[in-house]
């Protein structure tokens, strides 16, 4: 078995990560670098009202073409 599963592969698929609407990587790299706790909310908070935002919009959208 592990032969077979080392010579196909196995494809791993998985969701995007996010804290706060930050990508999880992004996220962590701020706080590696020290940005303030205030300067990361304000970034979370900016990126949380235009996923918002968007979605509103798609689903206008959505409820025009129905």
Same mark, same amino acid.
């Given at each position: ?12 698929n998985h ?19 020290? *940005?303030p706790q205030?300067e ?5 908070y900016?990126?949380? *009202?235009?996923?918002q ?11 025009v073409?129905?």
């Amino acid at each position: 078995v592990d032969v077979a599963i080392y010579k196909k592969g196995i494809v791993v698929n998985h969701a995007p990560c996010f804290v706060g609407g930050i990508p999880i990587d992004e996220y962590f790299k701020m706080l590696e670098d020290g *940005t303030p706790q205030e300067e990361i909310r304000q970034e979370m908070y900016r990126r949380l *009202t235009e996923m918002q935002l968007q979605k509103e919009a798609e689903l206008k959208e959505e409820a025009v073409e129905v």
